[in-house]
């Protein structure tokens, strides 16, 4: 994540131009699970079925995802589960529930290791919920000559941009039930790409359904930005306006905002409080560690 004041060499089309295919999670920490030297396999291509430039994609969103990490044990470096790669691989490695796409989601646009920069700049830094896709280029393309000390060609920000739209709207085919090309992240419903009569597409920013995203990792998020940021209480104007919260991660709206809230207050086992300040309204959040609550929540089933 850029921060004020510093200077980082964020990272840009990783992805190899592919967005994550349905099937290659469930796939790729598998394979990591039964090798944690997959990934460093000149042929683990072959094990997988995937050609060698799909392979090196999806080890990138693996990473980016934040569900997998690299360690050296006994001299070798390997690739491991993370603690909540283990919790969505053993829960619903196959990302039948919307509620892992939302986790999946907010940790790429979050992005830890600056390795998914074009997400977090279009939800937490773009303003525009309505736009024409070469205008989206044009202003990806002037935030990174602003914001990145070293050049970086106009070609890779257009991949980025162009994985961006697909990850969020690349449909199954109807008409093909065989269809594995398609993303499953376009059950999120957060963007939307439109034909329009001027001969480009016009990318809509979308405000969900709850439960298209789920109650769950909407917690999660809250949960998350409380101990990265130190604080006892969140203001709902943050919650609605804050990088990392609800309104920038997901869209969502003020009045769906105070609906999540007003659900959480009544949490069976962790509800969160409301608190009046200087006539604004903030939110008490208990302290639990964000992955103590997906343990106890994805258990449930």
């Not at 390997?78 to 829960?91: A, P």
């Not at 937490?124 to 935030?143: G, R």
């Not at 809509?204 to 930005?225: A, C, R």
Request: with cysteine; proline share 4%; net charge negative.
């Amino acid at each position: 994540m850029l921060q004020e004041g510093k200077s980082y060499f964020m990272a840009y089309a990783r992805h190899q131009s592919f967005y994550i295919r349905d099937k290659w999670f469930s796939k790729g920490l598998r394979a990591v699970e039964q090798d944690n030297r997959f990934f460093f396999n000149e042929y683990a291509f072959e094990t997988i079925g995937l050609g060698k430039n799909m392979v090196e994609s999806l080890k990138y969103w693996l990473f980016a995802f934040n569900v997998l990490e690299e360690k050296v044990e006994e001299g070798q470096r390997g690739h491991y589960l993370s603690e909540l790669g283990r919790i969505l691989y053993d829960n619903d490695k196959l990302l039948q529930r919307n509620e892992t796409l939302a986790i999946l989601h907010y940790n790429l646009i979050r992005n830890i290791s600056d390795q998914s920069t074009v997400f977090d700049w279009y939800f937490n830094k773009y303003k525009e919920t309505a736009v024409s896709k070469p205008e989206l280029l044009n202003s990806f393309i002037t935030w990174v000559s602003q914001n990145e000390p070293k050049g970086i060609s106009e070609k890779s920000l257009k991949r980025d941009i162009d994985c961006l739209i697909q990850f969020y709207t690349k449909t199954p085919d109807e008409n093909d039930p065989e269809d594995v090309i398609f993303c499953p992240f376009f059950k999120l419903s957060l963007i939307k790409s439109e034909h329009s009569g001027e001969g480009f597409d016009t990318i809509k920013k979308l405000v969900p359904e709850i439960d298209k995203i789920g109650i769950i990792p909407l917690y999660y998020t809250l949960l998350s930005y409380q101990i990265s940021n130190d604080v006892d209480l969140i203001s709902v104007d943050e919650i609605l306006n804050g990088d990392y919260l609800w309104g920038k991660t997901y869209n969502l709206s003020r009045n769906k905002v105070i609906e999540v809230l007003n659900v959480l207050t009544n949490h069976e086992h962790f509800p969160v409080e409301y608190v009046r300040t200087n006539n604004l309204d903030y939110i008490k959040v208990p302290k639990i560690p964000p992955l103590e609550l997906l343990k106890s929540e994805f258990l449930k089933g």
